[in-house]
Nanobody
Framework: VQLQASGGGLVQAVGSLRLSCAAS??????MGWFRQAPGKEREFVAT????????YYDDSVKGRFTISRDNAKSTVYLQMNSLKPEDTAVYYC?????????????????WGQGTLVTVSS
């Protein structure tokens, strides 16, 4: 199983980016995004159910980020708007085979390699 994340880059504050994560031809239960800033632990950003009907967000991104998925393409997206310098981090996509929607690191089974997002002030 491979998860390939892309779409990171350098953007000015209040700008937007869209991250993509393509899974290797499989449809997983939950798919999610986490991020890790320098010197900090990896933290939850957003997750989406298999159908796409249920989503959860960390409070720090709620109203600014939107997670979505296209099961036909085995791809999950993270649309990030109104970016802030504190959103700077390596963003990781993750996939879970577990029943239900998961939000914690330990309950995701597969991880992508990460894509760097840098937001300048």
């Amino acid at each position: 199983v491979q998860l390939q994340a892309s779409g990171g880059g350098l953007v000015q504050a209040v700008g937007s980016l869209r991250l993509s994560c393509a899974a290797s031809g499989r449809t997983f239960s939950s798919m999610g995004w986490f991020r890790q800033a320098p010197g900090k632990e990896r933290e939850f950003v957003a997750t989406i159910s298999r159908s796409g009907g249920t989503t959860y967000y960390d409070d720090s991104v709620k109203g600014r980020f939107t997670i979505s998925r296209d099961n036909a393409k085995s791809t999950v997206y993270l649309q990030m708007n109104s970016l802030k310098p504190e959103d700077t981090a390596v963003y990781y996509c993750a996939a879970s085979n577990r029943i239900g929607v998961v939000t914690t690191t330990s309950r995701f089974d597969y991880w992508g390699q990460g894509t760097l997002v840098t937001v300048s002030s």
